[in-house]
């Protein structure tokens, strides 16, 4: 209730969403001894209601909580007598807590607790999932394919080493020659892992329509944008403009500008087709990244990007509203556009070296971020500050 009420069409009920969190929260804490399979899920569930609330200290304790039972019942280990839903069911618990473990400890700083190491298979294909029967006991197969989930999870593994290359790039760890390195042979893992996506996982407006009557249209979005996240994530420090210019740094600037723009594109399309719309919490931080890239782009890019920059920046805007009614959240990662355009304004070098701002700024998503001291504005970015500014006044009209 406590989640589905955010999405009520009634008032009334809507107005019930904090009391049905509490007790929630209460519910579970009752029964938190009880070491089992629905209390895991049960414990997910209410760390992402914290995280919706911006309570990051529930969010952290209750996604803790998951990952330690997890840990207590061996998962994704299948027990002799488990049928093979139940195993299946186990084993895209493990992973959905390993995506959950990849993108919280970035957003909360806190170390990883739940580690791949390759030995568990990736989840089956969603539709051979919905035909199993209760009591089945299958060999696996191949044939059962790879489903939507699967191929997350294999984004989620490059998206564990994007994190540590921001990290150890803030930290001073790595040269330039280093750095540049790494992001070459991670932007051949992302190029692979589209090149060898089964044809009808590439994003076409008929794949799209497909997947969404199959009921997994939000699924094959998701997937989408999360490749273009990671991949604006891995190019973003390039937005440098204090760099030195070197070809793959050309090519490097392109494809953030590139996949921050297919981001917005996707996020657009999947609201005007049925059926296809995401609206999840996180959705709301990959769209501020996304915007980010895009007001570097109003600011600095050239003459010919501002009108389809603004016109994408208006697409985001207007979702991070939307998502805004149902997600309290949201309104701490929108602070965010502000910071950067201010910070942006003042010296574009300082983010990427002072205090490891770029690192708080791009993955600690849900913690507060604080604005970093820098120059005065020149003059000559005078006018491209109003057209941001402008683009901003969507989210707060008063500023």
Partial sequence: MALAARFSDEPEVRQRTKEFFELAKFALKLDIDNVSLDNIHASILVGNLCGAEGETAGEALFFGVAFRMAHVLHL????????????????RTWWSLY???????????????????????????????????????????????IGLWGYMVMLARIFSHVQDLHVKLADGEL??????????????????????LPSDLHFTVDDLESHAAAGLGRGFVALHLGYHHYATLLYFQYLDIQLRETPSRTLFVTRCKSHAASFSDILRLSHETEECGVVYLIVAHMTVVSSSALLHTLLFGSQDELQNTRKRLCHNFELLLKLKQYWPGVELMMDRLFTFQKVCMQSMDSIYTADRWIVKFLLQHALPIEEEAGIPTGSDLAERGQYARDALSILRPLV
């Fill in 76 to 91: 994704p280990d299948p027990d002799p007598a488990d049928d093979t839903i139940t195993q299946e069911v186990k084993l």
């Fill in 99 to 145: 995506m959950i473990d990849t993108w919280s400890s970035a957003g909360l700083n806190i170390p990883r607790q739940i580690h791949d190491k390759g030995t568990n298979r990736l989840p089956m294909c969603e539709r051979n999932f919905w035909c199993l029967e209760p009591g089945q006991r299958l060999e696996y197969d191949a044939q059962f394919g």
């Fill in 175 to 196: 040269n330039e020659q280093q750095v540049e390195e790494i992001t070459e042979a991670l932007a051949d893992r992302l190029d692979r892992f589209l090149e060898e």
